[in-house]
């Protein structure tokens, strides 16, 4: 059975992926998946690697749910992984073909390990289906 709703995406990386990123060097690889507002976050913090690859990781997840919601492909660039006024990461979906997506996130990490979950809801399919009752 296949929901046409709501996805879920799921990713876990290895911290030390990106211990060895390093703003000036890695430039094009950081510019190509983050925006300058993640990269400014990430590298303020005193961990920026576990920050980084948990950005990163939380736009696998997010990119792993919306591939199974829609025909439309989603690159990390139309992926902004933001917090909110309380410190929680949220997600903004840029483009018109994903105005109808609500993202929902989870980030957890160990000193090692970042693990996300995205659940993404088409909210035009729901109200469709909501609608047609």
């Not at 060097?25 to 980084?52: D, G, N, Q, V």
């Amino acid at each position: 059975m296949e929901f046409k709703d709501f996805a879920i995406g799921v990713d876990v990386e290895e911290i030390s992926r990106f211990s060895a990123v390093k703003k000036k060097t890695h430039r094009l690889f950081l510019e190509k998946i983050f925006s300058p507002e993640e990269l400014r976050y990430c590298f303020a913090k005193s961990r920026p690697a576990m920050h980084l690859c948990a950005r990163f990781s939380a736009k696998e997840s997010v990119i792993k749910a919306v591939s199974r919601l829609s025909n439309n492909a989603v690159n990390h660039d139309k992926i902004a992984v933001q917090n909110d006024i309380n410190g929680v990461p949220t997600v903004i979906l840029k483009g018109k073909e994903f105005k109808n997506f609500i993202v929902k996130l989870s980030i957890s990490h160990t000193k090692d390990l970042v693990f996300t979950t995205a659940v993404v809801v088409n909210n035009n399919y729901a109200s469709q289906k909501t609608a047609k009752k």
